[in-house]
């Protein structure tokens, strides 16, 4: 059973924007931590950025810190990725992901612990 929906991949152009969403299923998710990460095509999974299950505490990979801003609305049970600035270097196929943990330990902990959703492809052309 599909718990995150991801959507709002798309193809392009470098310096423009996307906004991606990801809606969860299960009521519980409202107070899991969420986080972005993403997957090149011959790369590993890298995070991308993570918020805590209140919205209070944002966190972001150096690669993408001023540039992208994640934000959540727990009445939707839905977190957000707004995207800006795109580079070629940002294409992948971009994953939601819960945890019950902290959102500050995301990036770190392991895949196997974290709820994932299915991915949206985003594809930025130069």
């Known amino acids: 059973q599909v718990q995150l929906v991801e959507s709002g991949g798309g193809l392009v152009q470098a310096g423009g924007s996307l906004r991606l969403s990801c809606a969860a299923s299960?009521?519980?998710?409202?107070?899991?931590?969420k986080a972005w990460f993403r997957q090149a095509p011959g790369k590993e999974r890298e995070f991308v950025a993570a918020i805590s299950w209140s919205g209070s505490n944002t966190y972001y990979a150096d690669s993408v810190k001023g540039r992208f801003s994640i934000s959540r609305e727990n009445a939707k049970n839905t977190v957000y990725l707004q995207m800006n600035s795109l580079k070629s270097e940002d294409t992948a196929v971009y994953y939601c992901?819960?945890?019950?943990?902290?959102?500050?330990?995301?990036?770190?902990?392991?895949?196997?612990?974290?709820?994932w959703g299915q991915g949206t492809q985003v594809t930025v052309s130069s």
């Open positions: 992901a819960a945890t019950s943990g902290t959102a500050q330990a995301m990036d770190v902990t392991p895949t196997s612990s974290l709820y």
């Open positions: 299960r009521r519980t998710f409202r107070t899991y931590a």
